[in-house]
Structures are given as C-alpha cells and as structure tokens.
C-alpha cells in the first residue's frame, strides 16, 4: 500500500467542506483511525457506487450506535446496555477484576474468551511526558470499586510500556493497604505491545500465567 502522510498521528485534520457532500464524507472517514485519505477515498466511492446495499445500512447502523451506545458505569465498556452485557452476565466471577489501558483491550480480551472475571477500563496509561495524571484515568473509582468488598483479585493488564509499567505500580501502591491480590500478565506480551495486536491464544496464556504485581 502506498504511503499516505494522512495516516500519521498528529496529521494535519482537514476542514469539512460545507457545501460538498462527496468531500465530507472523504474527509469525514479519514478522522477514523487507521482510514488515511487515500483509503477514505475508496471506502467513500465504493459506498456512493453501491448505496443500498453499503451506505445505506452503515448510516442507519451509525445512527443506531449513537443513540444507543455509551460507557458502562460500573467497567467503563462501551456497550447498549449500562450496565454492560459484560457486568450483567450472570455467570461471571465478579470477584476477579481485569484492569485494562482501554475498551479495545477489553474486547481482545473477550474475543479469545479468556477472562472469566468482569473489568475495569482505566481510560490511559500514566504518561509524566503527556501530562496523564492519576486524576486523568478511572483509578478512583477502582479504588472505590475493589473497596466495597466484592473484589478478591484485580489483574492488571496494561500494555507493555513503560507508561503501563508505571501506572501497574502506582496501582499496586494505590490498592496495597486494601489487601486485595493484585496480579499482572505473565511475559508474552512482547515489550511495546499493546494487548488487542496478540492473538487469543497468547493472552490467554499470559492471563493464566499471570503473577504478583
Ligand atoms: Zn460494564
């Protein structure tokens, strides 16, 4: 695939044109991370050659999605129901609670089946260099989450960084005096990696190798 300036973080963001609908939509599909200009351009024209059976459905299914869909109170997911489906299921261990970075990693995490336990999704990682505090992420509310008594284990699983390095070790401070066992992914996650680039079997390995934080 030719390189496209537009796929790189912090590229300029272009202005929506008012009175174009085909450049909007350009430049309105290049804002989704992983669609540069020149991939938006294509996923754009093919929907406009194919509009009932493409653009159709995806503007009512966008419509849907954001009316319906916002963030779990209790996890931080992302799902149609609040509490989420992840939360509401029965048949999880609600005393095991997986700390991740955020919502993807949480999905990757479900994907593989792995985790049998609920989460909690940070929102970050601490980042000294990005200005991300302990304020800045959902940590109070886990200190208060693992508090109310239901928890008997939180497992980290931060990405391999070291911004997920720091903020698994602010966390084991910040729930130490709770006396609450607090675990982390086992190696396996590649230094740098983030969770949902592993496959299934990898994470499911690194959970249930998982050790002292
Ligand atoms: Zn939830």
New binding site residues.
Partial sequence: MPFDPSDLPGARRDPVPPNDPVEQLVVLLARIPGLGRRSARRAALKMLQEPQRLMLPLSRALDAAAEAVGP?R????L?ATD??H??RDPRRERGLVCVVEGVSDLWALERGGAHRG??HVLGGTLSALGGVGPEDLSIAPLVERVASGEVQEVILALPATVEGATTGHYLADRLRPLEVPVTRLAQGVPMGGALDVLDDGTLAAALRARRPA
């Fill in positions: 779990c209790v996890c931080g997911n799902d509490p989420c992840v939360c609920l989460y």
